[in-house]
T-cell receptor, first 114, second 108 residues
Framework: EADIYQTPRYLVIGTGKKITLECSQT?????MYWYQQDPGMELHLIHY???????EKGDLSSESTVSRIRTEHFPLTLESARPSHTSQYLC?????????????FGSGTRLTVV | AQRVTQPEKLLSVFKGAPVELKCNYS??????LFWYVQYSRQRLQLLLR??SRESIKGFTADLNKGETSFHLKKPFAQEEDSAMYYC??????????FGKGTKLSVKP
């Protein structure tokens, strides 16, 4: 089924660990995004990509990095996790056509750094 | 500056009462606006777009360029409407800019 998938759904990890949050979509969308959703539920764009080998930083400064080697895959990496990284991370995608209909969001990864 | 403002963090109404979730935007040019909804333990999903002038689940939203508003309305709220609602603006770079969200609570 065409969809966008995020793994893991929940992650509890110790400070200093390296983590990668996975995001894959099977809709062939060229544009993908990472949002951080803070405890107050506000959404902030942290990274986006308009296609393979294209990545940009969003409005909210983030210590995370992303890569886009394949159209369907847009992983987010934290080299050294800290408690301040505790948040929910949402991945989304759109394309030139469906972009006018908005984004398709994944289920999110709730990250807790202890 | 491109910005979306949702002034109410929480809106509580009784079942059957009218609902209006406020959204104001700041954008130079012709705006594209959306409403997204996030039900408990579910994904953020598109509710409606101003371009299509549609009514989804009884909700409507009209773009008022004079007041730079895109308020979401429903004449009779249902308990299943309880959720987090986000207004979003397509920015000049094509990305969606979200408001802080309004939590709607519909009481029986």
């Amino acid at each position: 089924e065409a969809d966008i998938y995020q793994t893991p759904r929940y992650l509890v990890i110790g400070t200093g660990k390296k983590i990668t949050l996975e995001c894959s979509q099977t809709m062939g969308h060229d544009k993908m995004y990472w949002y951080q959703q803070d405890p107050g539920m506000e959404l902030h764009l942290i990274h986006y990509s308009y296609g393979v080998n294209s990545t940009e930083k969003g409005d909210l400064s983030s210590e995370s990095t992303v890569s886009r080697i394949r159209t369907e895959h847009f992983p987010l990496t934290l080299e050294s996790a800290r408690p301040s990284h505790t948040s929910q991370y949402l991945c989304a995608s759109s394309d030139v056509v469906t972009g006018i209909y908005g984004y398709t969001f994944g289920s999110g990864t709730r990250l807790t750094v202890v | 500056a491109q910005r979306v403002t949702q002034p109410e963090k929480l809106l509580s109404v009784f079942k059957g009462a009218p609902v209006e979730l406020k959204c104001n935007y700041s954008y130079s040019g012709s705006p594209e606006l959306f409403w997204y909804v996030q039900y408990s333990r579910q994904r953020l999903q598109l509710l409606l777009r101003h371009i299509s002038r549609e009514s989804i689940k009884g909700f409507t939203a009209d773009l008022n360029k004079g007041e730079t508003s895109f308020h979401l309305k429903k004449p009779f709220a249902q308990e299943e409407d309880s959720a987090m609602y986000y207004c979003a603006l397509r920015g000049s770079q094509g990305n969606l800019i979200f408001g802080k969200g309004t939590k709607l609570s519909v009481k029986p």
